[in-house]
């Protein structure tokens, strides 16, 4: 009799493992796919970025700072960056075009010039994009987290080798209230 019960006993166990162990590969599968999304999007803003400094230097030839920084970030290899490295490089750049962007507001022709109104757009477009992904990669990270720090999965978790994800987080400047005077 206690053998059948602790062969049930093993047996649940064992589903339980297999079954657990099938979710962190689902988990893990999605938190992939979803920064795959999200990298395509962080490319094309890394590759639009020359583009969009060339056109506003011309403009605002003493923002030296501002474009040093920006071109040392971009002068990395995106390709060979690990994933954490991408989100940390690319919330700073996030950080640069903001000022980068700033400047246009001080120089009228810069805003009316064709050639920056073109990529200011195609910018646009690709933070809201970025955006988006950032949602869904944040979702799947948070899905993926809660399953490798909660008890009993933790132990799966462990046993296996799985681990937390980082989130994409906003930054310091876009956390801050917006201020409007009139």
Do not use: C
């Not at 395509?40 to 403009?59: A, H, M």
């Not at 700073?92 to 120089?107: C, G, T, V, W």
């Not at 799985?162 to 310091?172: G, T, V």
Request: aromatic share 12%.
């Amino acid at each position: 009799m206690w053998i059948y019960l602790l062969m049930a006993l093993l047996l649940l166990l064992f589903l339980y493992i297999f079954i657990t162990y099938n979710r962190f590969v689902t988990y893990k599968n999605r938190v992939e796919e979803a920064f795959s999304t999200m990298d395509v999007y962080l490319k094309k803003r890394w590759d639009l970025v020359p583009n969009l400094v060339e056109v506003v230097k011309g403009y605002a030839k003493h923002e030296k700072e501002t474009f040093k920084e920006i071109v040392s970030l971009r002068n990395e290899i995106y390709d060979h960056m690990k994933t954490n490295d991408k989100i940390d490089k690319n919330e700073k750049l996030s950080s640069q075009l903001n000022k980068l962007m700033a400047l246009s507001e001080a120089y009228p022709d810069l805003k009316a010039n064709v050639n920056f109104q073109d990529l200011s757009d195609k910018l646009k477009q690709i933070e809201e994009d970025i955006a988006n992904a950032r949602k869904y990669y944040n979702g799947t990270v948070r899905i993926m987290n809660n399953k490798v720090q909660m008890v009993p999965s933790n132990l799966v978790a462990k046993l296996f080798g799985f681990q937390s994800y980082k989130m994409f987080e906003a930054l310091e400047d876009e956390r801050k209230n917006v201020q409007v005077k009139l």
